[in-house]
């Protein structure tokens, strides 16, 4: 199905089991343990050995030599496979560093052996005794040292763009701003590692795995192995999140079906924790300049958002300039984005990449010059608030509703309480209230799906599509019950399984939408067979109760479906509906925090989300990816950085003991509102995504509601005590 038209109505509209909060449907599985996960697949009948990876001690250079013989006499040791034993491998075309294979040393951590035993045990032991020599060579991972060096990145990431005179506007403002503002590089730190386990039959491999993009994986798994598409079977139904760390394929799927092939016999590995946040990919960090001018009245006259980033060599730039294109009005704009190359870890898509660090810093900017103008921060944004592309007037938005995202939040929130900076206290604590714009663009993905239609009546959906922790599962059986007019007991949802039609995967926030859609697409094919199986016309026929209608005939679905059953199988593909129209999802983020006058701890109190991002599929999974999300938003904010050292280039603090996420106790109280919206632009089911959206801005909310705390403006995350306790004196 091609959807090139706005939507009409249809049968989701009658939203008798979409858009209801039903609780998820894999959520007994997940409580009980009974959901398995990538290393937890066990048969007794497998036999399985057990792969432990060894990374590279170096960032650059190469791998001149590896003695694995006191690894290979080790107790249980069944083989120990080298980088330099494989050779080069090609590379799958989604990965920038290469997972393993050849000499050279592309970042630290690489998988440059992988140790095979009896038991997990044995191969960690005999891990250690591999004798590994390089050759090192000098690299660049300082990305502040390197700003000068950074150049234009390919055209593909369409890194410049400019309306209208920024420099002459800028400067002819009656009221600037230029500032510097920087983020670090960030680990997705999801709570299941990356693991996998290989079974070979002849020339077949299947691999259980974690993984957010079926085919992705599966096509590069292929090249890399060198074997056809067709015999690479991976499976994945169960994901203890990934939030872009589990996009493109990791080494230890490559590693575990080089390790079985080798040893002959299914083989489990996963990357150990301290492995991940060197071997894998992460957010990289930005350095950004924002420029912004405006009249006394309030009105941006000019805004200019600059961003240097790094990566390797073939890599991109993290695109923080792209929401600075579409978020506010101004008649003169710029944006740039520049990248370095660096020697450290893959820099790769993250939970709202570009957005994510654009709007940490965009953000903040947005509430210095909301203070410069002399207007509230909320009154600041509704101002500047544009229903029109503004680089491209003649394009608008398909549905924008920001303004009431802030009206209803300030409300909400008792946004009128707020006081001047470091005005507001309790004790020892300075207390502040903060607000940020949130902003994600709703892309779309094709997407298919297979509906089967039994003797019993019930449903059944098989897709390759991906449920991280996001709720797939349930939003899906929600689209195929509506559709096929039964109760969402009577389906049963298969996820997860390169056997199934290609699915849109889980990215980007284009997962809900885009998944549902192909199912949809497959219903309309089943609902045609059953109404063209029992000779009714199928634009006439009813399907509600378990049952088609048309006229005054009436028939059971299990008597449609006859012993054979029915089935159907589309793939929703997407006309230009996102080119001539920008679709969006848009937020408000309002953050009160309390700050220790005498020792700068800061302490979130409270936290509200308002939403306005098309239909709302499930109240409960959404509420789930946006309080999520803000938790992530005040881990980035206050705690989350990757420390780099720049002489060796790492990641020092790679485990979850040195690179802090937020946790329970951090977060008092947060609240969700959805404002209630059906985009007919997006897809049939005229929903967007959220599970990026809530994430975005909430950094900044917070920077801006420590600022009201204290007075002091922190302009390098994270936010920590070191950054505020100078200057707290001067406030308490
Ligand atoms: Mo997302 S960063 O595309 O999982």
Same mark, same amino acid.
């Given at each position: 199905m091609q959807f090139d038209k706005p939507a009409t109505t249809n049968p989701i509209d009658r939203l008798k089991v979409v858009g209801k909060p039903i609780p998820r449907i894999d959520g007994a599985l997940k409580v009980t343990g009974q959901a398995t996960y990538a290393y937890e697949w066990h048969d007794p009948e497998m036999h399985y050995a057990y792969g432990y990876p060894v990374g590279s001690a170096i960032a650059k250079g190469h791998v001149t030599s590896i003695d694995t013989a006191k690894a290979k006499a080790a107790p249980g040791v069944l083989a120990v496979l080298t980088t330099l034993d494989v050779g080069d491998l090609p590379k799958g075309k989604l990965n920038t560093a290469k997972l393993f294979g050849g000499s050279a040393v592309q970042h630290y951590h690489q998988a440059i052996a992988i140790v095979v035993a009896e038991s997990f045990e044995q191969a960690r032991s005999a891990a250690a005794l591999i004798d590994i020599r390089y050759a090192v060579e000098p690299g660049a991972f300082d990305l502040r040292a390197e700003m000068g060096n950074a150049q234009t990145p390919d055209p593909s990431t369409e890194p410049d763009s400019a309306f209208g005179d920024f420099n002459a506007a800028f400067k002819a403002a009656p009221l600037t701003l230029d500032q510097e503002y920087t983020t670090p590089d960030h680990s997705h730190s999801m709570i299941e590692p990356h693991a996998s386990i290989a079974a070979w039959e002849g020339e077949k491999v299947t691999v259980w795995t974690s993984s957010q993009m079926i085919d992705w994986w599966r096509t590069d798994l292929a090249t890399t192995l060198g074997v056809e598409k067709d015999k690479v079977h991976l499976i994945s139904p169960f994901i203890g999140g990934g939030f872009g760390g589990k996009l493109f394929l990791r080494a230890d799927a490559l590693l575990a079906s080089l390790a079985a092939k080798a040893v002959g016999r299914p083989v489990k590995v996963t990357l150990p924790r301290p492995m991940v946040p060197n071997n894998t990919t992460h957010r990289p960090a930005t350095i950004q300049r924002i420029r912004i001018g405006a009249e006394p009245d309030g009105r941006i006259v000019a805004i200019g958002h600059e961003s240097w980033s790094g990566d390797l060599p073939g890599g991109g730039p993290e695109v923080a300039v792209m929401q600075t294109r579409l978020l506010y009005a101004g008649a003169n704009r710029m944006t740039s984005m520049k990248l370095a190359t660096l020697d450290l870890p893959e820099g790769n898509a993250m939970r709202a990449p570009g957005e994510t660090p654009g709007l940490m810093a965009l953000e903040i900017a947005i509430d210095e010059m909301a203070e410069k103008v002399g207007l509230d921060p909320v009154a600041f944004r509704i101002a500047n608030?544009?229903?029109?592309? +503004? &680089?491209? +007037? &003649?394009r608008p938005f398909s549905y924008r509703d920001l303004v009431g995202c802030l009206k209803t939040g300030a409300e909400a929130f008792g946004w009128d309480q707020r006081q001047s900076p470091g005005l507001r206290r309790q004790g020892n604590w300075l207390i502040g209230f903060g607000v940020a714009a949130a902003f994600r663009n709703n892309l779309v993905m094709p997407s298919g799906a297979r509906v089967r239609l039994d003797r019993q009546g019930k449903v059944t959906v098989e897709t390759d599509m991906t449920d991280i922790g996001t709720g797939s599962y349930t939003i899906i059986a929600q689209t195929a019950a509506e559709m096929m007019g039964v109760g969402i007991d009577e389906v049963t949802v298969k996820l997860g399984d390169s056997n199934f039609p290609v699915s849109a995967g889980s990215g980007g926030q284009f997962g809900a939408n885009s998944a549902t859609s192909g199912v949809y697409a497959a219903c309309v094919k089943l609902r045609e067979a059953v109404a063209s199986k029992l000779g009714f016309n199928s634009g006439d026929a009813v399907f509600e109760d378990g049952k088609v209608r048309a006229g005054n005939r009436a028939v059971s679905l299990s008597e449609a479906a006859g012993d054979d059953g029915l089935v159907g199988e589309d793939t929703m593909e997407w006309g230009d509906l996102t080119e001539t129209h920008q679709q969006s999802t848009f937020g408000a983020h309002f953050v009160e925090v309390g700050v220790d006058m005498a020792t700068g701890e800061t302490r979130i109190r409270r936290m509200l989300a308002v939403c306005a991002a098309g239909r709302i599929l499930n109240p409960i999974t959404a509420r789930s990816q946006v309080i999520g999300a803000m938790t992530m938003g005040v881990g980035a904010a206050l705690s989350e950085e990757l420390s780099v050292d720049t002489r060796h280039g790492f990641f020092v603090n790679h485990d979850l003991a040195g690179y802090e996420v937020p946790v329970h106790a951090d977060i008092p109280h947060q609240d969700v509102i959805f404002l209630d919206e059906t985009d007919p632009y997006s897809s049939p089911m005229k929903a967007k995504g959220v599970g990026e959206l809530g994430l975005c801005g909430v950094s900044a909310a917070v920077a801006n509601a420590i600022y009201n705390a204290t007075g002091i403006r922190v302009r390098d995350y994270p936010i920590t005590l070191d950054k505020l306790i100078g200057e707290l004196p001067d406030v308490a």
């Open positions: 608030d544009t229903q029109v592309d +503004p &680089e491209k +007037p &003649e």
